[in-house]
């Protein structure tokens, strides 16, 4: 199983990142897949989930109504489109999912919102 994140990097307050998680290694369509987040001195915190039956999505409240997960299943990738960017919105950002039971994550990718 292998997940690998990219898009992550410098954007000031305001702005838009979309992050991208391809996998491999399992049957992707059939499992939900979650992205998370850690700041420095925080602890990691589930961002948006998206399942794999319907595509229905959930979302921590901090990031509402500006970030939208997303799931390309001839791709293998799920997506994380991130708008209005914050300062407090800077941390490493994970894809999972729980493959027979197991987390797996990738290795992250970074986002930093500074002016």
């Known amino acids: 199983v292998q997940l690998v994140e990219s898009g992550g990097g410098l954007v000031q307050p305001g702005g838009s990142l979309r992050l991208s998680c391809t996998a491999s290694?399992?049957?992707?369509?059939?499992?939900?897949m979650s992205w998370f987040r850690q700041a420095p001195g925080k602890e990691r915190e589930l961002v948006a989930v998206?399942?794999?039956?319907?595509?229905?999505?959930n979302y921590a409240n901090s990031v509402k109504g500006r970030f939208f997960i997303s799931r390309d299943n001839a791709k293998n990738t799920v997506y994380l489109q991130m708008n209005s960017l914050k300062p407090e919105d800077t941390a490493v950002y994970y894809c999972t999912a729980r493959v027979s039971g197991v987390p797996k994550w990738g290795q992250g990718t970074q986002v930093t919102v500074s002016s």
């Open positions: 998206i399942t794999s039956v319907d595509g229905s999505t």
């Open positions: 290694g399992f049957t992707f369509n059939r499992y939900a």
